[in-house]
């Protein structure tokens, strides 16, 4: 896949400044939403807004429609953010879920969540969106093998953190825990019999609820917790190893760390 590279977004004082800036921060000039307006009538790209780690096992991506064409930088709700594997939607996605939060009312189908969103910052290495219907200012940066979330939410409405499944999955998650686990089994074609994406997550403050839904669950927060963290991990081995990611690559890590170290990375290896 093809790194564009947005001059636009740096001030150029003279041909050696532009250099060094280059050379320093690579990733901040990289448009993950290059070749995304597409859909299945006219492709101009097959692209996705992905943020990761190079080489990364999971990538994640805004999403503002139903699979398989789940994103359009014109469209105005986002229904969450993507853990996705999905190679092209000509495809298909497999081992996918997807996060997202929210106030108020949880509504049973993900696109009745949506919310009308601003997307603040699109670096391979950081998300970072406004969920307008909510009043809710969100954060994620990936690691190789999952992502550091955090939500935090104006009024004084209770923080709801939901997980999305589009097809065959299990999740266990209760109130009074800080940790869940489970496994996203959807694919479309070639897997292997149990395959399954198997995941391990940990919140930073102990939900008071938790609501069950036929294609996910979602957590209630506190009302007087505003702002939730959330740090995420998946294997596609066991639940064993997805702790042993979390432990490894996200337990100790603040997010402002796993933004430094995701462009240390991608700026090492674009120069």
């Known amino acids: 896949r093809a790194v564009w590279l947005d001059l636009s977004r740096i001030s150029i ?23 995304t307006a597409s859909d299945r009538e006219f492709s101009t790209g097959n692209t996705l807004p992905l943020a ?13 429609a ?11 709700k986002l229904w969450g953010i993507r853990l996705t594997h999905q190679p092209s939607p000509w495809m298909g996605d497999y081992g996918s879920l997807v996060v997202t939060a929210f106030t108020g009312p949880v509504f049973e189908k993900l696109a009745d969540q949506a919310s009308a969103y601003t997307r603040t910052a699109c670096h391979p290495h950081f998300l970072e969106w406004e969920m307008l219907r909510y009043g809710i200012h969100a954060q994620m ?7 550091i979330f955090a939500f935090a939410a104006e009024g004084s409405e209770a923080i709801r953190i939901r997980l999305h499944f589009d097809k065959t999955h299990h999740i266990d998650g209760a109130a009074g825990r800080k940790d869940f686990s489970g496994c ?12 399954g994406l198997h995941f391990f997550g940990e919140f930073d403050s102990v939900p008071d609820g938790f609501h069950a839904l036929p294609a996910g669950g979602s957590w209630e927060f506190p009302k007087s917790v505003r702002r939730v963290e959330l740090r995420l991990s998946g294997s596609f081995i066991n639940l064993g190893i997805a702790r042993h990611s979390h432990r490894l690559e996200l337990r100790d890590v603040a997010l402002d760390e796993a933004i430094a170290r995701g462009a240390e990375i991608w700026n090492s290896l674009l120069g």
């Open 13 to 35: 004082q003279s041909p050696a400044h532009i250099i060094a800036v280059v050379m320093r921060e690579l990733v901040k000039i990289v448009n993950p939403l290059q070749g």
């Open 52 to 64: 990761a780690r190079p080489f990364g096992m999971h990538h994640w991506s805004f999403q503002t």
């Open 66 to 76: 139903a699979p398989a064409w789940f994103f359009h930088p014109s469209h105005h």
């Open 141 to 147: 940066a990936p690691a190789e093998r999952g992502a």
């Open 184 to 195: 996203s089994q959807d694919f479309i074609d070639g897997a292997p019999e149990g395959f």
